[in-house]
């Protein structure tokens, strides 16, 4: 998933929508995303989708680093779209637009705002047992990544995974995947015993520099906003 290389990319580069505050990139990405939800039109989504395109340019985000997580959603779109594809094409692009439209947004999220400065914002409205609960996962994600791959190349050097033998493929990764879950308890084991000796008792202090906006964050605010309003008001394109 090459979740450490969007972090970095969040973290290192320099952009305007680097520059923005947290608060006013996840107020953006709300509305955004809820306009992809509530569109049902092809002409808007086509023009939404290129819009959040043109945001990756500006914020100096690689394509080719990024652009493979959108292949999760299309994929599971196009099962839906195949079924509207007996109805309407339309339909079917609708249903694919959707999709990667709205996990192209939060994509441009996470890539330009740092997930310490996400759950920042987050713990100013959510319970803090709940924002430590997701910190805490997002944390152990790489970990469990890199465990993953380890055991992924350890059953090819060991000739564990044959191209034609299914079966001995599915009981290697069944153990594989038994010995990750193993692996996922002790590591959260150990977790608990550092974060109890250095004090913890439930919430983490997790702060954003500031919750002053500029002028350019009021600017993004703004146009979400209009945007979600474009997305609800009929255009008349005869």
């Given amino acids: 998933m090459h979740i450490a290389e969007i972090d970095y990319i969040s973290n290192t580069t320099d952009s305007p929508l680097h520059r923005l505050k947290p608060i006013s990139k996840m107020t953006f990405t709300l509305f955004v995303m809820a306009s992809f939800i509530i569109s049902s039109e092809l002409a808007k989504l086509l023009v939404l989708t290129g819009f959040v395109l043109v945001l ?3 914020g100096n985000i690689p394509y080719k680093k990024v652009f493979h997580l959108v292949l999760y959603p299309l994929f599971f779109s196009l099962l839906f779209a195949v079924i509207r594809l007996q109805q309407s094409y339309i339909l079917a692009s609708i249903i694919i637009l959707k999709a990667c439209g709205t996990a192209l ?6 890539s330009t705002t740092s997930y310490v400065d996400i759950f920042g914002v987050l713990s100013k409205f959510l319970p803090k047992l709940l924002v430590d609960i997701l910190l805490f996962t997002y944390r152990s994600l790489f970990i469990l990544v890199g465990q993953i791959e380890n055991l992924l190349k350890s059953m090819k050097l060991r000739g564990g995974y044959k191209s034609f033998n299914i079966i001995r493929n599915m009981t290697n990764i069944a153990g594989a995947i038994g010995i990750l879950i193993i692996h996922s308890y002790e590591m959260n084991e150990r977790q608990f015993q550092i974060y109890a000796l250095r004090g913890y008792e ?7 520099e500031n919750w002053s906006l500029k002028r350019d964050d009021v600017f993004l605010i703004l146009s979400s906003l209009i945007i979600l309003v474009g997305m609800v008001i009929p255009w008349n394109l005869s």
Avoid: Y
């Avoid at 947004?105 to 996470?110: G, N, V």
């Avoid at 439930?202 to 954003?208: C, E, F, Q």
């Fill in 202 to 208: 439930g919430g983490l202090p997790i702060t954003v």
């Fill in 105 to 110: 947004t939060m994509i441009l999220l996470i």
């Fill in 56 to 58: 990756f340019i500006i």
